[in-house]
T-cell receptor
């Protein structure tokens, strides 16, 4: 039961353009969403998060948008840089139920930014 | 450096054997999580401990067990190993239990079962 889905295994963009990574979820109990970035041979590192009471959160070049009615969130990176090339994981957590306190991850999207 | 330390970094062992993976959380973090990442897979939640007590369980096999010690370090024990257990095992820690608490990940232990 994949409660968090990243349907695009990979994304390729040109340096300077926008990267948009998408994530869908099915569990309506999820109320906090995070994006993690992972380089090879390293653990995931936290990038940005959003609470379900917001629909947008911005941090520098990174913006996360949340559409609760569609159970969809996206990460925008503008402008994209070659150093952004990594695997991006969407994760979600819930205030209650069996998902409380734990992060449920999507499968990840490999982002490649070409110079 | 996330502050989470995992040992060993690499482990090669034979089928049927038992191994122990160790995790030291960030200073002050009470929650420890274990995740498994198999080839081409996302991170699969295994188990969570908070201040020494098991708090949440995911898709953890009965052959696997974990514990968190009074000094808050954690160990993941994998027994009767099978080829399919080969994966990256990540430990993460966070300050508390509250939803969306940012978790900090270690570099992982790469387990290869031959």
């Amino acid at each position: 039961d994949q409660q968090v889905k990243q349907n695009s295994p990979s994304l390729s963009v040109q340096e300077g353009r926008i990267s948009i990574l998408n994530c869908d979820y099915t569990n309506s109990m999820f109320d906090y969403f995070l994006w993690y970035k992972k380089y090879p041979a390293e653990g995931p590192t936290f990038l940005i998060s959003i609470s379900s009471i917001k629909d947008k959160n911005e941090d520098g070049r990174f913006t996360v948008f949340l559409n609760k009615s569609a159970k969809h969130l996206s990460l925008h990176i503008v402008p994209s840089q070659p150093g952004d090339s990594a695997v991006y994981f969407c994760a979600a957590s819930a205030a209650g139920g069996t998902s409380y306190g734990k992060l449920t991850f999507g499968q990840g999207t490999i982002l490649t930014v070409h110079p | 450096d996330s502050g989470v330390t995992q040992t060993p970094k690499h482990l090669i062992t034979a089928t049927g054997q038992r191994v122990t993976l160790r995790c030291s959380p960030r200073s002050g973090d009470l929650s420890v999580y274990w995740y498994q990442q198999s080839l081409d897979q996302g991170l699969q939640f295994l188990i969570q401990y908070y201040n020494g007590e098991e708090r949440a369980k995911g898709n953890i096999l009965e052959r696997f067990s974990a514990q968190q010690f009074p000094d808050l370090h954690s160990e993941l024990n994998l027994s009767s190993l099978e080829l399919g257990d080969s994966a990256l095992y990540f430990c993460a820690s966070s300050v508390g239990l509250s939803p969306g608490t940012e978790a900090f990940f270690g570099q992982g232990t790469r387990l290869t079962v031959v």
